[in-house]
């Protein structure tokens, strides 16, 4: 199984710029969650999905936050405009009953 | 209130010694989940256990256990014959309303443990 895959691993922006953080879930898994890890919040999830629709987005930050995710294959986080605040490790996860699997994360760097 | 508290910031132990993690949780759903995630330095999150609310005993999974003591709303991470390669930061979460697949984690501050040579 190749996990979960998240692109770009690392990125690096200016602020003002638009990012936008991509999720491919494991197959057959028909859950998927973004967390956000910083060292003064620790972990923090910002919307989960279930079968494709959002469920739960009431740890998103703020409206520059957006994520959709239009098949059961794919999901996006976008940040627009980003502001330096938004430097984080993001984190794409997805489970179909108890174990939660997690992508290697994406470290932004908001300049 | 905090739900999920780890309150060993650090925690250090010899090779090949046995080290328990300490967690505790709160909540007043009936059912639930505890999980147990180890993040090395390179970042990635590794699931390593998980106990459910109605198991009647603790999980095991390789040198992973836990102590589950429910009335005391307590699952300690029992590391036993400790590797170097078990140093990484430990985290314990917990999804309320157990069953079904799409209920969210919430993670305590996690304990970091240095496996000493």
């Known amino acids: 199984d190749a996990g979960v895959i998240q692109s770009p691993r690392h990125e690096v922006t200016e602020m003002g710029q638009e990012v936008t953080l991509r999720c491919k879930p494991i197959?057959?898994?028909?859950?998927l969650f973004w967390y956000r890890q910083t060292m003064m919040r620790g972990l923090e999830l910002l919307i989960y999905?279930?079968?494709?629709?959002?469920?739960?987005d009431s740890g998103m930050p703020e409206d520059r936050f957006s994520a959709k995710m239009p098949n059961a294959s794919f999901s996006t986080l976008k940040i627009q405009p980003s502001e330096p605040r938004d430097s984080a490790v993001y984190f794409c996860?997805?489970?179909?009953?108890?174990?939660?699997?997690f992508g290697p994360g994406t470290r932004l760097t908001v300049l | 209130a905090q739900k999920i508290t780890q309150t060993q910031p650090g925690m250090f132990v010899q090779e090949k010694e046995a080290v328990t993690l300490d967690c505790t949780y709160d909540t007043s759903d009936q059912s639930y989940g505890l999980f147990w995630y180890k993040q090395p330095s390179s970042g990635e999150m590794i699931f390593l256990i998980y106990?459910?609310?109605?198991?009647?005993q603790n999980a095991t999974e390789g040198r992973y256990s836990l102590n589950f003591q429910k009335a005391r709303k307590s699952t300690n991470l029992v590391i036993s014959a400790s590797q170097l390669g078990d140093s990484a930061m430990y985290f314990c979460?917990?999804?309320?309303?157990?069953?079904?697949?799409?209920?969210?984690?919430?993670f305590g501050s996690g304990t970091q443990l240095t496996v000493l040579p």
């Open positions: 197959s057959g898994h028909n859950s």
């Open positions: 996860a997805s489970n179909r009953y108890n174990e939660q699997f």
């Open positions: 106990q459910g609310s109605y198991d009647e």
């Open positions: 999905f279930n079968n494709n629709v959002p469920i739960d």
């Open positions: 979460a917990m999804r309320e309303a157990g069953g079904g697949s799409a209920r969210q984690l919430t």
